[in-house]
């Protein structure tokens, strides 16, 4: 069965240092792959996405993340973490060039001051 | 543009009582899905249209719920009746191929 896994549903990281959410997948074919933020009370909101070309992708507010072909990951990364990047991040997947995604189970970001 | 538009953003009804969340894609968006988020449950896709046709229905939970695009501009989703195990944000999202989802900002749906 296809599916995406974030395996950590909490991360804490503390203000000015890097931070990585982790993500893994397996799908068949060539995927379309898709970060996502959620903050308290608001809809889901698109950071970047990976469908062919350069495996490094650069999203907004700064966020960039990984694609690893082999080890079918797409990690999101920042350099300098921010109070403001603290949310809930979503992993997505779209099977080759498909339109309906499969979602990881999100994991909440806390950057402390 | 607007975005994906929502409403009503809370609801609040008693059990048994019909509900009806409404969506207004962004124009040119084929693609338009619904989701409900719990705690419990994450995200879940409860239907998905292309075209204002509806294409997998199979995350409806049952028989009460609903959805119809009549359409382009246009979607609901109807709960009829409601139950308290109902309760959770509603969220609608549309797209075209290889785009990302538009969110809107969700109905946060309590049934007492």
């Known amino acids: 069965a296809q599916s995406v896994a974030q395996p950590e549903d909490q991360v804490n990281v503390a203000e000015g240092n890097p931070l990585t959410v982790k993500c893994t997948y397996s799908?068949?074919?060539?995927?379309?792959l898709f970060w996502y933020v959620q903050y308290p009370n608001r809809g889901l909101q698109f950071l970047l996405k990976?469908?062919?070309?350069d495996n490094l992708v650069k999203g907004s507010y700064g966020f960039e993340a990984e694609f690893n072909k082999s080890q079918t990951s797409f990690h999101l990364k920042k350099p300098s973490a921010l109070v403001s990047d603290s949310a809930l991040y979503f992993c997505?997947?779209?099977?080759?060039?498909?339109?309906?995604?499969?979602w990881g189970a999100g994991t909440k970001l806390i950057i402390k001051p | 543009d607007a975005g994906v538009i929502q409403s009503p953003r809370h609801e609040v009804t008693e059990m048994g009582q019909e509900v009806t969340l409404r969506c207004k894609p962004i124009?040119?968006?084929?693609?338009l899905f619904w989701y409900r988020q719990t705690m419990m449950r994450g995200l879940e896709l409860l239907i998905y249209?292309?075209?204002?046709?509806?294409?997998?229905d199979s995350g409806m939970p049952e028989d009460r719920f609903s959805a119809k695009m009549p359409n382009a501009s246009f979607s609901t989703l109807k709960i009829q009746p409601s139950e308290p195990r109902d309760s959770a944000v509603y969220f609608c999202a549309t797209t075209v191929v290889g785009a990302g989802y538009t969110f809107g900002s969700g109905t946060r749906l309590t049934v007492v």
């Open positions: 799908v068949s074919g060539n995927p379309y």
């Open positions: 997505a997947v779209s099977p080759d060039s498909n339109y309906q995604l499969i």
């Open positions: 124009s040119g968006h084929d693609y």
């Open positions: 249209f292309n075209n204002n046709v509806p294409i997998d």
């Open positions: 990976y469908i062919t070309g």
